[in-house]
């Protein structure tokens, strides 16, 4: 894969400013000092105690996100990747001094800790009678690195951390003392497991494009939110349903002797907090696929999930991957730790802190599908009979158009890459995809031309979808119309000419594309013109269509949209139409 490393900026130098700015004309309760870059509530009530943490930017929306009431009360923001300095640190403290103290909660990496407890040492020397006031909590919660490789620097801090900004600020909230809030976050921080992985690593705006990088069909198990690379890397990418139980070994396995760092007891009475995250580059799409899988596999696994958190709360700039974060609850017979009703509910309490997401605040109930769904059948609803000339030839010249769809995908594709939205090629092999698997069934049968015709509308229509499906599904359940209402017990070439004709003619009602507009219609159009010539002559005709697509401005379509000299240069084919042409010509072999 090749780094995604163009950005939308003024200067590299001036992003981290620019976005801080941003954050605060959206959010009105946030305040920004420009010069040390630290983020802070406008209207801080000081009589409770305040959260301070921070560090280098490019994780967003950590740490500023996550500034207000019931979460952080500041955040000191570093460059991209890098830690702020203790100057900037100390300005953050002193804005957000009040009467009862202040936790300063930072990720175990070593420029975080250096110049946060730096800071903290340097407002202590200065204001002595304060110095028992301000707490320092360090939040690693990362599981790829094992105990040999970290014994000295420890574990990373990771997504995790943002479950000890919420819980932890929503407990300051309620009026709690510095040292019940500091006990509940180092509790919290202590039951976290955290593992990541990613497609690729990212990009810093304003640094070369690096030499390394993923293959196309790898991927990276615990890799950093700094680019660091992981534990391993896997090739080929496997399927979400054997990553994931892999990914959740790390966390939970209590006998991997570099690992077990959260004391679970996998016995079925384990509870947790999940928090899915996307590292800053993974479609919303496949983030749900994650959460999903996730989620069966810890049902799977026997451990409760008694609230689901999903979305961006630590990335890394635009890494497409995600991370995985548990937050082990106290087990029933635990003492001297806070109640698991005390931390789901501070998990729950409001906040307008702008990098929260929303949550069901509730246990996730069980996927089912309600038995009370009307149950409905497709009774053979055609009285007509037709049979194909030749059964077995009918059938044949299915299977290879279908054959012919599915290996014609990836140049089909490429096509509408350029020409479309680049979903075409996969639509056209979903559906021929599923006519196969129908015909493999007798579900498709020369025996019943008109039955078959049907099936392969209602296929076009559930297999395929979109805008293709829609036309597709339309022809194939007009044509049926009109081959039902033929005399004849057999599909003779003049029964097609008749039939397709009609369907033709009805589909033009539900489009305004015409010959030449460079869409599917050129070549079918072609095709139903010339078939009274003769099968042979009616491919060409087709063949000729498609190609002739290549030159042609499209006045329909995803390609009306692109810049028609752009499509001319490529002399890329219509990619609906090419799909046409592949399916004439396997159905004349």
């Excluded at 599981?143 to 620097?153: L, M, Y």
């Excluded at 008694?306 to 003492?335: E, K, Q, V, W, Y």
């Excluded at 076009?460 to 039902?484: K, N, P, R, V």
Aim: charged share 20%; with cysteine.
């Amino acid at each position: 894969m090749v780094v995604q490393s163009k950005h939308f900026l003024n200067t590299a130098p001036s992003l981290v400013l620019d976005s801080l700015e941003g954050l605060c004309a959206i959010n009105t309760h946030l305040a920004l000092d420009p010069i040390h870059r630290v983020v802070y509530l406008a209207d801080q009530d000081r009589s409770k105690v305040a959260l301070l943490c921070g560090g280098g930017s490019g994780h967003e929306p950590s740490h500023s996100g996550f500034v207000g009431q019931g979460a952080l009360t500041a955040a000191v923001c570093g460059n991209v990747f890098a830690s702020p300095s203790a100057g900037q640190v100390r300005r953050g403290i002193d804005l957000i001094d009040n009467e009862q103290g202040t936790i300063i909660v930072v990720k175990n990496y070593t420029g975080d800790v250096l110049n946060f407890g730096l800071a903290k040492e340097e407002y202590a020397a200065r204001y002595p009678e304060k110095a028992d006031r301000v707490k320092f909590v360090i939040v690693g919660d990362d599981v790829a690195v094992g105990r040999t490789q970290g014994s000295i620097v420890g574990r990373r801090g990771l997504a995790g951390v943002c479950l000890v900004y919420k819980i932890a600020g929503a407990l300051a909230q309620t009026g709690a003392s510095v040292d019940e809030v500091y006990d509940v976050a180092q509790y919290v921080s202590s039951r976290l497991g955290t593992i990541g992985v990613g497609l690729d690593h990212c990009h810093v705006p304003g640094t070369a494009v690096p030499d390394i990088h993923l293959g196309a069909n790898e991927l990276e198990i615990g890799l950093g939110i700094h680019n660091e690379s992981g534990h391993r890397r896997v090739s080929p990418v496997p399927p979400l349903n054997e990553l994931i139980p892999t990914l959740l070994e790390m966390i939970t396995s209590t006998t991997d002797r570099e690992r077990s760092f959260v004391p679970f007891k996998n016995d079925g009475t384990d509870h947790i907090i999940l928090l899915v995250n996307n590292l800053g580059g993974l479609s919303e799409l496949e983030l749900g696929g994650v959460v999903a899988e996730v989620r069966r596999a810890l049902d799977k696994s026997g451990i409760k999930i008694m609230r689901l958190l999903s979305g961006s709360f630590m990335t890394s700039l635009n890494m497409p991957g995600f991370s995985i974060t548990t937050l082990l609850l106290p087990a029933a017979n635990d003492t001297g730790t806070p109640s698991t009703d005390l931390i789901l509910s501070l998990l729950d309490d409001s906040t307008n802190t702008p990098g929260w997401k929303w949550s069901s605040r509730s246990v996730p109930e069980p996927l089912s599908v309600s038995s009370t769904l009307p149950t409905v059948t497709h009774a053979k609803a055609w009285s007509a009979s037709l049979k194909a000339l030749d059964v077995n030839q009918f059938n044949n010249a299915v299977e290879r158009a279908c054959r012919a769809l599915i290996a014609a995908e990836p140049e089909i594709t490429r096509m509408d890459n350029i020409a479309g939205d680049g979903d075409c090629g996969l639509t056209l092999k979903g559906g021929a995809t599923a006519v196969l698997e129908a015909l493999s069934k007798n579900s498709i049968s020369g025996n019943d031309v008109l039955g078959s015709v049907i099936t392969i509308s209602r296929i076009a229509e559930d297999a395929m979808g979109g805008t293709s499906g829609a036309l597709y599904s339309i022809f194939f359940s007009a044509l049926a119309q009109a081959l039902a209402k033929s005399s004849s017990k057999t599909a003779t070439q003049e029964v097609w000419c008749m039939a397709l004709e009609a369907a033709l003619a009805r589909l033009y009602t539900y489009t305004r594309a015409r010959p030449p507009s460079r869409t599917l219609v050129d070549p079918l159009a072609a095709f139903i013109g010339t078939l009274p010539s003769g099968l042979a002559a009616a491919v060409q005709a087709a063949g000729e269509a498609a190609e002739g697509t290549k030159d042609m401005e499209a006045k329909a379509g995803r390609s009306a949209y692109v810049d028609s000299a752009a499509l001319k240069a490529e002399r890329v084919a219509d990619p609906g139409a090419w799909g046409v042409k592949v399916v004439m010509e396997a159905l004349a072999q």
